[in-house]
């Protein structure tokens, strides 16, 4: 069975760039037709999503973090990452990585990394 | 962008029913997608395609979409069903949408 783990800082000075890596195990990165998603969820509130990858590199991005985000894949350590650019204390957040299944405009997120616990403060 | 509403909060007596909309325009022309979060705890997906039910979720949990609102129904509830509950769609313009999630309470 597929499981993922968020890892990081856990603390980052603002203005500085955020960076996590989710880790997949039992099962291939790149096998099957899945992407691969970073969902935050800021304390005491609703979940918001990120961006996702495709293992071939293609991504999307919620278009009100698009200028600040990137979101990579390295297949040969099964893993995907998120680096979220000029932080501010808006960004401290439970950061969850997730796996993304669907097709024809329907995608959803079956498998759940446990999450992180991001903060930004100097 | 694409906005999903749902209520902050439905309370139900154990063994009731309890139904938690999600209002988005036209959403019955989209997938719907819900999630069940437990206090310090990752989202659980719990209903996926408007009303399947991915493996190891309760047939107590099913799904409805039309018109303007998707809805999920918990059927004889149970304490351990207090959560927080969240719809998704995917939207061409917003891609992924949550609505702002319903607290469950059991009475």
């Known amino acids: 069975q597929v499981q993922l783990q968020e890892s990081g800082p856990g603390l980052v000075k603002p203005s500085q760039t955020l960076s996590l890596t989710c880790t997949v195990s039992g099962g291939s990165i790149s096998s099957g037709s899945y992407y691969w998603s970073w969902i935050r969820q800021p304390a005491g509130k609703g979940l918001e999503w990120i961006g996702r990858?495709?293992?071939?590199?293609?991504?999307n991005y919620n278009p009100s973090l698009k200028s600040r985000v990137t979101i990579s894949v390295d297949t040969s350590k099964n893993q995907f990452s998120l680096k979220l650019s000029s932080v501010t204390a808006a960004d401290t957040a439970v950061y969850y990585c997730a796996r993304v299944l669907g097709g024809s405009y329907a995608y959803y997120m079956d498998v759940w990394g446990k999450g992180t616990t991001v903060t930004v403060s100097s | 962008s694409y906005v999903l509403t749902q209520p902050p909060s439905v309370s139900v007596a154990p063994g009731k029913t309890a139904r938690i909309t999600c209002g988005g325009n036209?959403?019955?022309?989209?997938?719907v997608h819900w999630y069940q979060q437990k206090p310090g705890q990752a989202p659980v997906l719990v209903i996926y395609?408007?009303?399947d039910r991915p493996s190891g979720i309760p047939e107590r949990f099913s799904g409805s979409n039309s018109g303007n609102t998707a809805t999920l129904t918990i059927s004889r509830v149970e304490a351990g069903d207090e959560a927080d509950y969240y719809c998704q769609v995917w939207d061409s313009s917003s891609l992924v949408v949550f609505g702002g999630g319903t607290k469950l309470t059991v009475l």
């Open positions: 990858i495709y293992t071939s590199g293609s991504t």
């Open positions: 036209n959403i019955g022309s989209k997938s």
């Open positions: 395609y408007d009303s």
